[in-house]
């Protein structure tokens, strides 16, 4: 098992930055995907960006493309998501999961991933 902890939100300006960091127990943490996903009130949870176990293959959703990374830290048990030029629209709850299967079509899905994180709010104001 993993456990998964998100940190890095509050709140931001329009069209600032910020970076969300999910650190996560355990001696595996090399095996896992990860992903990042968020949701926002009365939504559904939605995919952000994953990324896959060595960290050199990254699916970002068409609506963040250019401006969210993801990346990772192995050594260090982290993730990352590192976000640029916010928009109100991003406001939402943001999620790290962890799934053992190798990286593929699937990490779009998070009825896929087995193991998630308590969420960190992310607040875009103007």
């Known amino acids: 098992q993993v456990q998964l902890v998100e940190s890095g939100g509050g709140l931001v300006q329009v069209g600032g930055s910020a970076r969300l960091s999910c650190a996560a127990s355990?001696?595996?943490?090399?095996?896992?995907?990860m992903g990042w996903f968020r949701q926002a009130p009365g939504r559904e949870r939605e995919f952000v960006a994953a990324?896959?176990?060595?960290?050199?293959?990254?699916a970002r959703a068409t609506s963040v493309k250019g401006r969210f990374t993801i990346s990772r830290d192995n050594a260090k048990n982290t993730v990352y998501l590192q976000m640029n030029s916010l928009k109100p629209e991003d406001t939402a709850v943001y999620y790290c999961a962890a799934n053992s299967v190798p990286y593929g079509p699937w990490v779009e899905s998070p009825s896929e991933y087995d193991y998630w994180g308590q969420g960190t709010q992310v607040t875009v104001s103007s």
């Open positions: 990324i896959n176990r060595r960290g050199d293959n990254t």
């Open positions: 355990g001696h595996t943490f090399s095996t896992y995907t």
